[in-house]
């Protein structure tokens, strides 16, 4: 599933790509992703401009104008199993591939989703008020994204720190992997109810949250134009997992087992030597 480093790193790639330039047109192979794709969607980009593509949680935003001064928003979302491909508009489409966006330079992002559970919108006016967006968390890179945030969030909180920080409305875009990786680097086991966990180790998770996913976005970079268009993970960053699905295998630090539990039908690694409750 794409993650936040993924995401960013498909922004980045698209960027130099895709800003600035002209749509020719749009193609909506198949409009039952998991909301509908706006029937008006080809006619809205048509001849718009892209002003500028930014990320919010999971969400990738497109601005786009047109020359007639109306403005709107294309928001993507990549799903459980959704990736972009860069092609030229001589690529055959194939069987999962729902949604193209083609610019007039040749350029066509192209949506290949199996699972369909993407989602390819349209927003007039301000998108960080649309109703899928508007109640996102802050954003783990942003100021307001801290330990005393994560303090004050956790206060009231039974449920177990693991399941709490990957709560969208508790910060944006923390899923599995980062979260078992981030609480292994901040020595929290992920069990512990959320509401025990004091002010320096808020601190320390907030701090080591940021920093799982930089370097996830980092390893990222480095492979970028692979990225754009090829299956895995966000570059070379599944090599410097130190729990995530390591069963059995000595903790990189204490040399311990590493565990392996289930927490909200997901998989949840970590070490019981070094990771205290
Ligand atoms: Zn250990």
Known sequence: ??????VETTRRGLVPLLLNQ????????NHAMRLPVPRALPQLLAGATIRGISRRGKYLLFDC??????????ILHLGMSGRLWVVDQATPAEKHDHFDLALENGTVVRLRDPRRFGLVLWHKGDPLRHKLLVAIGPEPFSSEF??????R????????????IMDSHV??????????????????NPLSQARRIGNARCALLAQHIRETLDDAIVAGGSSLRDYVG?????????SQFSVYGREGEPCP?????????QQGQRATYYCPGCQKR
């Open 253 to 261: 630090r204490c040399g311990a087992r590493i565990h392996h539990v």
């Open 230 to 238: 090829s299956d895995g993970m966000a570059g070379n960053f599944q």
């Open 146 to 151: 801290d330990g005393d945030w994560l303090y």
């Open 22 to 29: 002209r749509i020719a047109g749009a193609l909506v192979r």
């Open 1 to 6: 599933m794409p993650e936040l480093p993924e």
């Open 171 to 188: 910060v944006a875009g923390v899923g599995n992997i980062y979260a078992n990786e981030a609480l292994f680097r901040s020595g929290i």
């Open 65 to 74: 104008a047109q020359a007639g001064g109306q403005t709107g928003t294309l």
């Open 153 to 164: 969030i956790t206060r009231h909180r039974a449920a177990a720190i693991k399941l709490v």
